[in-house]
Structures are given as structure tokens and as C-alpha cells.
């Protein structure tokens, strides 16, 4: 990593050849405690879970975003596909591609500079919190091996329940 200026880092894609640009701004609460948010630029973004609840309207968001110019869309469920097709009627620059199953994950990680993981299962009536983290965190090792494998540099979010066990 190069040091820029004030909490300004970035670093050498290894797929790209550009620059992704992770940058650290200052916030202040109401109880005047310094945070720190990261804002990160990059043109292949990856969106593991795709079809789900989250994952459509994160999914928009980026088709949106000025900085990404590749989103590639992933689930297990064909319904990505769908999600695909209704976000390339928005008119912006960003090339949309869909990706359902396993066999097609190599696919959508090749080249990712940005990967979030909205993957998992719902919590269904009778389900423990234990139980739901056990299934959803298969879910999110399988898919991180694969990041690990596909897409080594780049940087991952991991959005899945339950987040607080």
C-alpha cells in the first residue's frame, strides 16, 4: 500500500492495472467519538446472492453507482437472471451479467475487484438462532472460498444472518 495524504491509501489492482482507492473520512457522532467509514472505488463489483431480499435492491444501488463499471450477479435461485434483465433497462453505463449455480461462479468472481455477500436463508418459524448461523455460514465459507480461489485481492462484504451471534 501507498500512503496518499490523511487516511488516503490505495493499492495495485492485480486484475485491472488501475488503482482502487480506499479512502477513510472522519465522522462525529453525537457523543463526539472519531469514526472512520471506508469508501471504496472499484470497477468489477460481484453481488454473491443476488436474487435474495437484499441482495435486488443492493443490486440497484450498484447499477447506480458511478464508480462501478462491471456488476456480476449471482445466486443458486434462476431468478438472477431476471434481476439482471431489469437492471439493464436502467440507463446507466454499467454491463450487467447473471450467473446462477456453482458452475457458473468462476465466471462472476473473475477479475472482481469488490465482492458483497448478501447470501443466506431466512430465519423460518421454529429455527434457532444457532441453526440459522450454522446454515448461513456454510453458505458464506463456500462463497468465500471460491473469492479466495477467483478473486484473491479483492475486498469482500459480508452481509448475512444473524450478525450478532
Known amino acids: 500500500m501507498m500512503q496518499l495524504s490523511a487516511g488516503q491509501t490505495t493499492r495495485a489492482s492485480a486484475f485491472t492495472g488501475q488503482r482502487v482507492g480506499v479512502h477513510a473520512v472522519a465522522r462525529t457522532g453525537a457523543s463526539k467519538a472519531r469514526r472512520t467509514m471506508a ?24 447499477k447506480m453507482n458511478k464508480c462501478v463499471t462491471e456488476l456480476a450477479l449471482f445466486d443458486v435461485a434462476p431468478l438472477v437472471k431476471g434481476v439482471a434483465a431489469d437492471l439493464s433497462h436502467c440507463n446507466t453505463p454499467v454491463q450487467v451479467s447473471a450467473h446462477v449455480g456453482d458452475a457458473e461462479l468462476e465466471a462472476c468472481l473473475k477479475g472482481c475487484e469488490l465482492v458483497v455477500i448478501p447470501a443466506g436463508v431466512p430465519r423460518k418459524p421454529g429455527m434457532t438462532r444457532d441453526d440459522l448461523f450454522n446454515i448461513n455460514a456454510g453458505i458464506v465459507m463456500n462463497l468465500v472460498t471460491a473469492c479466495a480461489k477467483h478473486c484473491p485481492n479483492a475486498i469482500l462484504e459480508i452481509i448475512s444472518n444473524p450478525v450478532n451471534s
Open 39 to 62: 469508501v471504496v472505488e472499484a470497477k468489477r463489483v460481484a453481488v454473491l446472492g443476488a436474487a435474495g431480499g437484499i441482495g435486488q435492491p443492493l443490486s440497484l444501488l450498484l
